[in-house]
């Protein structure tokens, strides 16, 4: 699942890894390139807690080789169409099937974990190594003939869809209810609300600097291409050691802490991305990459816990409307920075991880399958507190 999880997540990774080449190919404005990032994320925002819902009631394991396609094809045509509306009709029908995949997977991956954060986070770190390859895939593949290679970009999907079909065949094998149990517990939607407020202004900072970052180091450092793209695969490929890192951290010192932190590293990061000249910069994304990946999982799994009874509407929502609508900010950081400066539009991200880290004050440990509720209601603010719900 992991494998077919960076096949996948390729396609989140390059959407935002064209955006440079849409400017030089197409003299794409900064506010038309971001545009193409919102067609997306803005589908994909909307539809994912619909399939999470779906979810909610059905096994629909048929969903991710169909997903997997969908996501590849609207990418690997987006080069090719004649014109941006229809560029931004490929790039939304990708949003979509990279909506259908995520709810379904983040349940069969959580099932199969037995509550381990860090067996979350395995699963998480094949999505962010997915993105961490998109900017090297998306150069090497536009290195062959321009935009108009792209339709090379369906590899991954094809693999992915037939990564998906073998695990549906072994969950088949293992004879799976077409009917989804209902869960066992309470859902806490104060509490889910506020970690969502906090993941939409992760992924405003994340979806932000994903659109805008390659070009802005270019600026910075005075380098071409290849600035870009490795300030980008900086920022991506964090998420490798940060998605495993946070599981781990998570079970030590419990999930609540590890996030809180997180976000004050994230604001410090960004701080240093926007404001320090020089080479220098790439020490910072790769600051700013752990400070976003770390969390990523966990958000998944409090996500699950605190709605319990609505696993695949919290996977739908986590990995869904509070991911992907941070793709709704990036036309208006693109008009920002055609009016004024790059450095000037990326600036307000500067203060999100802090209003995401006061959303998260004062949130308790919910109860992951396998961990009693005595356990669950001690507070990550405790003295000396240590945490693990390792498995079932």
Do not use: K
Request: hydrophobic share 50%; charged share 10%.
């Amino acid at each position: 699942m992991s494998l077919g999880h960076a096949c996948v997540d390729v396609y989140q990774g390059a959407v935002a890894a064209l955006v440079p080449f849409f400017v030089a190919e197409r003299a794409y404005s900064y506010a038309a390139a971001s545009g193409v990032v919102l067609a997306a994320s803005l589908l994909s925002s909307v539809v994912q807690p619909l399939f999470g819902a779906l979810t909610d009631r059905w096994a629909m394991p048929w969903l991710l080789p169909l997903s997997a396609l969908l996501g590849g094809a609207g990418v690997a045509l987006s080069g090719v169409m004649g014109s941006y509306a229809l560029t931004l009709t490929v790039v939304a029908v990708s949003g979509i099937g990279v909506a259908a995949y995520h709810p379904e997977a983040a349940r069969a991956a959580r099932a199969a974990s037995r509550g381990s954060h860090t067996a979350m986070g395995w699963f998480s770190l094949g999505g962010n190594v997915g993105f961490a390859l998109a900017p090297l895939l998306v150069a090497a593949v536009i290195a062959t003939g321009g935009l108009r290679a792209s339709p090379l970009l369906v590899v991954p999907a094809v693999a992915g869809a037939a990564l998906c079909a073998a695990a549906v065949r072994t969950a088949a094998d293992r004879g799976a209810s077409g009917h989804r149990a209902e869960g066992v517990g309470t859902d806490d939607w104060r509490s889910f609300l506020r970690l969502s407020g906090a993941i939409v202004c992760r992924s405003i900072v994340f979806v932000g600097l994903s659109a805008f970052v390659s070009l802005y180091v270019r600026q910075r450092t005075d380098g071409g291409d290849v600035a870009g793209t490795a300030a980008l695969c900086v920022l991506y490929a964090g998420g490798a050691v940060g998605t495993v890192a946070g599981g781990r951290l998570a079970e030590r010192y419990g999930r609540i802490t590890v996030v809180r932190h997180a976000y004050a590293l994230s604001a410090l990061a960004v701080a240093g991305v926007v404001l320090v000249p020089g080479p220098a910069v790439y020490l910072f994304v790769a600051l700013t990459s752990a400070g976003l990946y770390v969390p990523f999982s966990l958000h998944v799994t409090l996500g699950q816990d605190y709605l319990p009874r609505r696993v695949g509407t919290a996977s739908g929502v986590t990995l869904g409307l509070a991911v992907s609508v941070g793709g709704l900010a990036a036309p208006l950081i693109g008009a920002l920075a055609d009016a004024t400066s790059m450095r000037t539009a990326l600036a307000p991200l500067i203060a999100l991880p802090v209003l995401g880290r006061l959303l998260l004050r004062g949130l308790r440990e919910p109860a992951s399958p396998g961990q009693t509720q005595p356990d669950a209601a001690r507070t990550s603010d405790a003295p000396g507190h240590r945490h693990s719900t390792a498995s079932a």
